[in-house]
């Protein structure tokens, strides 16, 4: 019965350990960009459809995830995104790409809608690097855009941004996400403005 009793403990213990307490429960989400989109941007007549994003397995749920200085994933157990990360990006890209008027419509997955193009996306880093007493985010994602009537892939281009954090706290890495997620769009934006539509 102790060597049952040990095993329990020590499960529970190891396991409190694997994820960092900073302060009360607190949640996350990310921000609109703040980018003005000027009417220099030439409107199509397309609809876009941006699809569910694929990547690591942290999207699908609220962990806000770090990664320690032996590379070990945890997260934080009082705070976490207010919604999966997936779903906010998601939202986030319809709602970005909507004010830009490049496009007739920016659609989800959702809608009744018919589309010409498709924006596929694979978050590949979206976590926190803890290293010591520094600290910075990393966002990594990759965008397709597919010609929805001929399947064939339009273009695609993988984003890597990193951001410094002041302090290595979970309030410090969400305003570094979201001066992340505005250079990410801030790119997006450029690259698609590229494309021959």
Known sequence: ???????????????????????GQNSFRLLESGISYTNE??????????K?????GYIYNKDLVYSDE???????VNHTWDEPLYKQFENMLVLELNKTNMFK?????????????VLESNIYDFYQVIEGDKSKVKVQIN???????????????TFIIEK???DITPKDALEAYNEAFSEFINQAVSWLK???L
């Open 164 to 166: 410094e954090l002041k």
């Open 1 to 23: 019965m102790k060597i049952i009793l040990s095993l329990v403990l020590g499960a529970i213990l190891f396991t409190g350990c694997a994820s960092k307490s900073n302060g």
């Open 143 to 157: 965008l397709n855009l597919l010609n929805q009537k001929t399947k064939n892939l339009v273009d695609s281009k």
């Open 194 to 196: 590229e494309q021959k």
């Open 41 to 50: 941007i030439k409107k199509s007549d397309l609809v876009m459809l941006i």
């Open 105 to 117: 419509g920016v659609v989800s997955n959702g809608s009744l809608l018919k589309y010409d193009l």
């Open 52 to 56: 569910k994003p694929f990547g690591v």
């Open 70 to 76: 032996d590379g070990i994933y945890k997260s934080y």
